[in-house]
């Protein structure tokens, strides 16, 4: 099945500068690649998504990129700011128009970001 | 305005107890999941129905029973609790065509088995 890494497991930036966030996976057959954000005791929010026909989407200060051969994709937030502090997660998935473990996501571990004001 | 709600948000019980977990979701999406978040905060998932049909059902103990009355509930019912079933329980949901692969969760319900 789908592994999933994320890295780093926590990561912590002053108000201000860029977060990068990696994560790896092993099934070659997803193509849906969403982050979540969480804030602490609420619950996972979708904050972007990317699918496997494009390399790179941005919306506002977030970006995120996906590299189909390396298996990776990476989230990318700049000029961060205290409200942006979270666990985020990676995850993958096949998605609804594939065979098998279609529908499942299968998350990385979330990475804390914490931004110092 | 609630797309996907959960009740009860806590839910505090003893060992060997039988409880249950609803699930709404008002997107009028097809597909709805239970996941399990542990201690570390690691998202796993449980079991997913589309339309009212189990399409996943991942290495979860039998004491574990997903139940979907329509499109737009599902439950879960967990039998004999134990010491380990101690985490918060997310739903979710997706709907259909390019929005089919978003999963949108449910506030969570906090599970302690003491």
């Known amino acids: 099945g789908e592994n999933v890494e994320q890295h780093p497991s926590t990561l912590s930036v002053q108000e201000g500068d860029s977060a990068v966030i990696k994560c790896t996976y092993s099934?070659?057959?997803?193509?849906?690649f969403p982050w979540y954000k969480q804030e602490l005791g609420k619950r996972p929010q979708l904050i972007i998504d990317?699918?496997?026909?494009?390399g790179e989407k941005k919306d506002q200060r977030i970006a995120v990129t996906l590299n189909k051969t390396a298996k990776h994709f990476s989230l990318h937030i700049t000029e961060t700011q205290p409200e942006d502090s979270a666990v985020y997660f990676c995850a993958a998935s096949r998605g609804k128009n594939s065979g098998g473990s279609n529908y499942k996501l299968t998350f990385g571990k979330g990475t804390l970001l914490t931004v110092n004001p | 305005d609630t797309a996907v709600s959960q009740t009860p948000k806590y839910l505090v019980t003893q060992m060997g107890n039988d409880k249950s977990i609803k699930c709404e979701q008002n997107?009028?999406?097809?597909?709805m999941y239970w996941y399990k978040q542990d201690s570390k905060k690691f998202l796993k998932i449980m079991f997913s129905y589309n339309n009212k049909e189990l399409i996943i059902n991942e290495t979860v103990p039998n004491r574990f029973s997903p139940k979907s009355p329509d499109k737009a509930h599902l439950n879960l019912h967990i039998n004999s609790l134990e010491l380990g079933d101690s985490a918060v329980y997310f739903c979710?949901?997706?709907?259909?065509?390019?929005?089919?692969?978003?999963?949108?969760f449910g506030p969570g319900t906090r599970l302690t088995v003491t």
């Open positions: 990317i699918r496997s026909n494009v």
């Open positions: 979710a949901s997706s709907g259909f065509g390019a929005a089919s692969y978003e999963q949108y």
């Open positions: 099934d070659s057959a997803s193509n849906y």
């Open positions: 997107l009028g999406h097809d597909t």
